[in-house]
């Protein structure tokens, strides 16, 4: 049996300009942290030939062809696995729809669990970029390189993605104590509300692709808040990257009337009055989760969980996407 995990993430800045429709043109800019909640896939050989894959259906198909999960098939198809005998099974610590990446860890959990099965080494970028090419490229789903990337390779990371596809990768430099408190005084409530991340970013790519000048100038002034709250968390100025996060939030509302909603903008300010320094809503939006920074946890936590929020606690993780049991 293999089984390999991949961490969910968190976005710090730049959020948007990932996408191709827009770094192909301009380049763009992102800080994304890998955090301790994970994506799983176990594979498992069998004795005969069929495909057993167990996700929120169940299919038992003859051939890679038959394979309704189009993530599923396509990954089969560029590792090459043509005459299975496998039963592939995926689980998760957040649901999807929820704006932390799972669609990319989903995909680089299975691409390395499809790679260790055939014995292949694949270094972490290569496997981003795979990942990358089935979603975006063979799917055509609107969506950014982010949640690959940062899923990969794991940690709180810089990536520039460059015009001609290329990404550079680099750690944000945090000392010990910083790092201990970025990680600290960062809270995640759960809104309770799912939604596909593909309906909210298609507005956003479309936009792009017409060179809507709104948009573009929305995106280049993101990419801006990326590189300063870069620096702002380097030099150790946690309140003001606390702050360039509410400006985010200002601007990412802007790009699409899906953003968000009154609910959402009541937990947020009602967050905002209790103790939270800065804050925005991780992913696409519309839903999933808030994020805030804060120096009173205590206060912040008691609010948003009287007001009918769910905390979920977690830490950095620096390991990537991993094999567990091989």
């Not at 299919?59 to 090459?80: D, Y």
């Not at 990404?167 to 000392?175: A, C, E, Q, Y």
């Not at 709104?214 to 968390?233: D, V």
Request: include cysteine; aromatic fraction near 8%.
């Amino acid at each position: 049996m293999i089984i390999t995990r991949s961490p969910l993430r968190i976005s710090l800045g730049g959020g948007g300009t990932d996408l191709p429709s827009y770094y192909r043109k301009f380049g763009g800019f992102v800080i994304s942290a890998a955090i301790t909640k994970y994506v799983y896939i176990t594979i498992h050989q069998t004795f005969f030939s069929e495909l057993i894959i167990k996700y929120s259906k169940m299919e038992r198909v003859q051939t890679v062809e038959e394979v309704q999960h189009p993530i599923i098939r396509e990954a089969l198809k560029m590792v090459g696995i043509v005459d299975p005998a496998l039963e592939i099974t995926s689980m998760a610590d957040i649901p999807d729809g929820t704006g932390l990446g799972s669609s990319g860890s989903f995909t680089t959990a299975l691409l390395r669990a499809l790679h260790t099965y055939r014995k292949n080494l694949v270094p972490a970028s290569e496997l981003a970029e795979q990942a990358c090419e089935i979603e975006i490229d063979r799917l055509g789903a609107p969506i950014g390189k982010q949640d690959q990337y940062i899923a990969a390779h794991g940690g709180v990371t810089c990536f520039d993605f460059h015009q001609n596809d290329k990404v550079d990768v680099s750690p944000l430099r945090l000392s010990a104590e910083i790092l201990h408190d970025l990680e600290d005084n960062l809270m995640l409530f759960f809104t309770g509300v799912y939604r596909s991340a593909s309906a909210i970013l298609k507005d956003q790519d479309d936009k792009t692709k017409d060179s809507h000048s709104e948009m573009i100038e929305n995106l280049h002034f993101i990419r801006e808040l990326g590189t300063q709250s870069r620096q702002h968390l380097e030099a150790g100025k946690l309140p003001e990257f606390a702050e360039l996060m509410n400006v985010h939030w200002d601007f990412k509302k802007r790009r699409s009337q899906g953003m968000s909603n009154g609910q959402i903008d009541e937990w947020y300010a009602l967050g905002r009055k209790n103790g939270a320094l800065g804050g925005k809503l991780i992913g696409a939006g519309g839903g999933g989760f808030l994020m805030f920074y804060t120096e009173d946890k205590t206060r912040l936590r008691r609010v948003m969980t009287q007001a009918g929020m769910r905390e979920v606690r977690f830490q950095f993780d620096f390991e990537g996407t991993k094999v567990l049991v091989q």
